[in-house]
């Protein structure tokens, strides 16, 4: 009976892992900082679940930290003097 129950647990917790990995490498940064906010709000330590989801803690909350939130007006853009140049690098692996 208790072979079948530290079967299960281990089971579980394999899921649950595998379940936090795919959370982590595949869904969108806005997608992970949702479900962090959405722990926060249940009581769970935002700080530790921005690092577990690799994701800024405060960033969208309206901490003014990231510069997501700021009221202030964007600084005039510079004249048009022409077609802007692009540098493209190229880093050629051998």
């Known amino acids: 009976m208790t072979q079948v129950f530290w079967?299960?647990?281990?089971?579980?917790?394999?899921?649950?892992?595998?379940?936090?990995?795919?959370?982590?490498?595949?869904?969108?940064a806005t997608l992970r900082q949702r479900i962090v906010f959405a722990l926060a709000r249940k009581g769970f330590d935002q700080?530790?679940?921005?690092?577990?989801?690799?994701?800024?803690?405060?960033?969208?909350?309206?901490?003014?930290?990231?510069?997501?939130?700021?009221?202030t007006p964007a600084p005039d853009a510079p004249k048009d003097t022409g077609p802007a140049r692009r540098v493209i690098t190229l880093h050629v692996q051998r």
Not at 7 to 28: D, K, N, T
């Open 7 to 28: 079967q299960e647990l281990i089971v579980a917790f394999i899921v649950v892992a595998a379940a936090l990995h795919v959370c982590r490498r595949y869904l969108p």
């Open 47 to 71: 700080n530790k679940l921005a690092k577990l989801f690799k994701t800024q803690s405060s960033c969208g909350d309206g901490c003014g930290s990231c510069g997501s939130c700021d009221t």
